[in-house]
């Protein structure tokens, strides 16, 4: 039912668009013919008129007798067809002088003068037609004027003359064609394009079956997909909670080791501590040598060897002659409350120079110094303004 629903309201559509398209298209096409049309009438009358105007003009000339010339225009003129398309002679004041209709003769001719000037200047058949299709009139002898041919040497005028209401049953007859084949034609369109939607419409519904029918398969292949992915989904989330429980319990393991390797380091440190302690006892200066380690190895290192010592990420590093760098798990406070003063100084924050290390000493900057050591491990190290009068006062000891 909505299909034939669909189908219904499709050729409805497609009639009510021809109807409006056949309401304008017939008036423009209706119109255009009748312009047309009435355009070769006249430009034929006009000719007409000329030639008879061309024609009387000669013979009078050639010393015709006007009255006799006219008597023979009127004779072949008269009872000639008034109902298109005549021929009449009309004098200076309007008065008709020749007539198909000898009836109308000594009539004045009221003719449309704007639609005789608009003829004749602007060669306007529109005119013409719009006087046509406003006619009212019942009179099936009226009649107007569309060109005058002038008669030289004379008041005499040839006039082509129209009969509006034989044109108006002309155009009448034009409008009933035009309507006819637009009827037929709008009959064809509306019963081909019914066919036209039912037959294609019939062949997409069944095209739409088929990718039906193929789409459900695909939504069932889908689902099995889906369940499989859900399952898959399951398997594989247990699979991380198990890594995840697996990873924890070796980061505890892990934890626990460094804690241990931490206690081990502290006993160790407190050993070698205890072994410094049972170091026979020498006045604070007269040290020979400090512990240092080097990765898990306990190093002595003879401090008459240092060249600097260095604090880097909280880290006390010891340096000596050759390069060769240990740690020390002392400040650097710590270091050079060991050292003798007299041969170590303290350069800033971050270094201790021994006096056997120094290699250059170079002004810098503003009242400031720059130290460039003898060790293989090229160093420059800069004392500030506030440090240069003591460590020249050192140099000096």
């Not at 009309?90 to 003068?113: A, F, R």
């Not at 009933?176 to 081909?192: A, E, H, K, S, T």
């Not at 069944?206 to 039906?212: A, D, F, G």
Request: glycine share 2%.
């Amino acid at each position: 039912m909505r299909k034939d629903s669909l189908y219904l309201f499709t050729v409805l559509a497609i009639t009510l668009v021809f109807l409006v398209i056949s309401v304008f298209g017939a008036q423009y096409f209706i119109k255009a013919s009748a312009n047309q049309l009435i355009e070769v009438q006249v430009e034929t009358s006009k000719r007409e008129a000329n030639e008879i105007a061309s024609i009387i003009n000669f013979q009078l000339e050639n010393n015709a007798d006007k009255e006799g010339v006219l008597k023979n225009l009127q004779e072949t003129i008269l009872g000639t067809d008034t109902n298109a398309w005549f021929i009449s002679v009309l004098d200076w004041s309007g008065k008709k002088v020749c007539h198909p209709n000898k009836t109308k003769l000594g009539e004045i001719e009221n003719s449309n003068p704007d639609l005789l000037e608009s003829l004749k200047e602007k060669n306007n058949s529109e005119d013409l037609y719009d006087i046509v299709a406003a006619n009212k009139s019942s009179n099936e002898n009226y009649a107007e004027v569309i060109h005058t041919a002038a008669i030289k040497s004379t008041d005499l005028l040839v006039a082509a003359n129209v009969n509006v209401s034989s044109i108006d049953k002309q155009l009448q007859q034009l409008k009933r064609n035009f309507y006819l084949i637009f009827l037929i034609m709008g009959v064809l369109v509306i019963v081909l394009s019914s066919v036209a939607v039912r037959v294609i419409g019939s062949r997409y519904e069944k095209h739409l079956e088929s990718k039906y029918t193929s789409l459900e398969s695909e939504v069932i292949n889908l689902s099995k997909l889906n369940t499989d992915l859900v399952n898959y989904k399951e398997k594989k989330e247990k699979q991380l909670i198990e890594e995840r429980i697996t990873a924890e319990e070796e980061l505890r393991k892990l934890a626990e080791a460094k804690v241990e390797e931490k206690v081990e380091l502290k006993e160790e440190k407190h050993k070698q501590e205890e072994v410094v302690e049972k170091l026979p006892e020498t006045s604070e200066f007269n040290r020979k040598r400090i512990l240092t380690y080097m990765r898990n190895e306990l190093v002595p290192v003879l401090i008459s060897e240092i060249a600097y010592v260095y604090t880097e990420n909280t880290i006390t590093y010891v340096v000596n002659f050759e390069g060769k760098k240990s740690t020390s798990n002392a400040s650097l406070d710590d270091m050079y409350s060991n050292f003798d003063p007299t041969l170590f100084f303290r350069a800033n924050r971050q270094y201790i120079i021994s006096i056997s290390a120094i290699d250059k000493i170079i002004k810098y900057g503003k009242s400031q110094l720059k130290i460039i050591l003898n060790s293989k491990v090229s160093e420059e190290i800069i004392i500030s303004k506030n440090k240069a009068a003591e460590f020249k006062q050192w140099l000096n000891m």
